[in-house]
């Protein structure tokens, strides 16, 4: 455990993944080539990567702790991000869409505020660590809005339909049709994109599987929880939940 305000945050063994990941993808674009620098954008990388997967979650939390129905318990990073384990239901979409959005928000809150160093007098190895940190935050929100299951931009979407038509079921029954739609199209230009821009394409696809496995994963990790909890965006129905993944 590392700390246990405003909810208990632990590092599982499998935090060592996303936080090498991001150690390597730093010293990668550092451009230097001085141990003391590579040192340096890792371990830049490596630590600003978990405290910002763990910021983007306590985002979560956040909007949880404001919400009658909802408890947050802790927050836990693992070998594919991290995640903020809730309890409780939804009472309707508006409240779903509300909860997808904190971690974003919370994302590029933490972005701006580590871009304050660029425009006040600093020294130049401060602003261009504070510019790659603000960065990895805009990427890692911009990424969970995408409208793929089970990020953060689909559990908007079906929260938002949820609320305009009035039901969680119908919701997913409308979304569930319309993505069937968007798979074919999705795998076709995930092909073009492997065979036009191998490095983008392999990109796309790997983002695509990470989220397919932590759908996986965390119904591994639950699979004798109460009917009445569920893994939310992973397998929420009702508006039950119990992670919000990242």
Request: net charge positive; glycine share 10%; aromatic share 2%.
């Given at each position: 455990m590392l700390v246990r305000w405003p909810v208990p945050?632990?590092?599982?063994?499998?935090?060592l993944v996303p936080l090498c990941v991001f150690a390597l993808t730093f010293v990668a674009f550092s451009g230097g080539s001085k141990p003391s620098v590579l040192i340096a954008a890792a371990l830049l990388g490596g630590v600003g990567g978990v405290i910002s997967l763990i910021v983007h979650e306590l985002g979560h939390v956040s909007v949880a702790r404001k919400l009658s129905g909802v408890r947050p318990e802790k927050v836990?990073?693992?070998?594919?991000?991290?995640?903020?384990?809730l309890d409780g239901s939804y009472r309707n979409g508006r409240e779903q869409a509300r909860m997808a959005l904190g971690g974003p928000e919370a994302s590029f809150a933490f972005a701006l505020a580590l871009a304050a160093p660029l425009f006040f007098p600093a020294p130049t190895g401060l602003k261009v660590g504070a510019l790659a940190l603000a960065l990895l935050n805009v990427a890692i929100g911009a990424l969970s809005l995408l409208p793929v299951h089970p990020l953060d931009g689909h559990k908007a979407i079906v929260g938002l339909v949820w609320w305009a038509v009035g039901s969680e079921d119908r919701a997913?029954?409308?979304?569930?049709?319309?993505?069937m739609g968007l798979l074919a199209v999705d795998?076709?230009?995930?092909?073009?994109?492997?065979?036009a821009r191998p490095a983008l394409g392999a990109t796309v696809v790997a983002v695509a599987a990470?989220?397919?496995?932590?759908?996986?994963?965390?119904?591994?990790l639950l699979p004798n929880r109460p009917s009445r909890q569920t893994t939310d965006?992973?397998?929420?129905?009702?508006?039950?939940l119990s992670v919000e993944l990242r």
């Open positions: 945050i632990v590092l599982s063994p499998g935090a836990s990073v693992m070998c594919l991000g991290a995640a903020a384990h997913r029954r409308i979304i569930r049709r319309v993505g795998l076709s230009v995930a092909v073009l994109l492997l065979a990470v989220a397919y496995g932590q759908k996986r994963l965390v119904r591994a965006r992973a397998a929420s129905e009702h508006g039950n």
